[in-house]
């Protein structure tokens, strides 16, 4: 059975991930600040198939034991989904440093240093599959977050780096960029701008993270092994 590690998998876009990996029939390493409800329903359903490891990204001190400990428990890995990010609202000029901070830890530095640890028992089975989840945020820009773009932008491009650093030996490295999904998050947008949103997209709706999760998979799968250092974005055309 093929082992994936999911960052971030307690709600939303990591949620969906997870229940589509477990469905596949993959072992999933689920990460995340805490057990959600919606996660400790899923462990249920899969008790043998889903460990949760509860880690907060915000502390790089302890992501090489947090892999290590993975790897030596449940084997090596076949895939890592860095899906775990924070996001903060502000125009940079008065964006706070610790915020600013904040993000750049959470958002580059985790999935790069995570990414790296679990890179070595990939090397050594000479197979795997990274993804790194963007945002159409990355390339169409966005008023106040612009510090959270440019960490997006970060990922774009280590992964089209790190896919020549280790295509090689048969580990492929891609990224997906969502647009806006039909989340808890957009359902409480205002009516007005949640329409303006929807006005973008030639489909006339959101994607939806099911929409994510399907694309995720196949990136995961063994079909996927002549794509790498790719960017495909799932938007329901708001960016066409």
Avoid: C
């Amino acid at each position: 059975m093929k082992i994936v590690v999911i960052t971030g998998a307690t709600r939303g876009l990591g949620l969906e991930v997870t229940r589509q990996a477990l469905k596949s029939e993959y072992k999933v390493i689920a990460i995340g600040r805490a057990k959600s409800e919606a996660l400790e329903q899923l462990q249920d359903q899969y008790p043998e198939h889903l460990i949760f490891e509860a880690y907060d990204f915000n502390d790089l001190s302890g992501i090489h034991k947090l892999a290590t400990s993975i790897s030596k428990n449940h084997g090596r890995p076949w895939g890592l989904v860095n899906n775990a990010a924070i996001g903060y609202d502000g125009v940079l000029a008065t964006l706070h440093e610790k915020d600013i901070s904040q993000l750049i830890r959470v958002n580059i530095e985790a999935p790069i240093l995570l990414t790296k640890y679990l890179l070595r028992p990939m090397l050594i089975n000479q197979q795997g599959r990274i993804i790194n989840i963007s945002s159409i945020i990355a390339s169409t820009g966005f008023n106040g977050l612009s510090v959270y773009a440019a960490t997006k932008s970060a990922l774009t491009g280590f992964t089209k780096s790190l896919s020549r650093e280790v295509g090689k030996v048969g580990i492929t490295v891609n990224t997906i960029s969502p647009g806006y999904m039909e989340t808890d998050m957009t359902n409480e947008l205002q009516r007005e701008k949640k329409q303006s949103i929807l006005r973008r997209s030639p489909l006339g709706r959101l994607a939806s993270t099911e929409d994510v999760a399907s694309s995720i998979m196949y990136l995961l799968s063994e079909k996927s092994s002549s794509i790498t250092g790719t960017n495909i974005t799932i938007d329901a055309g708001s960016t066409a």
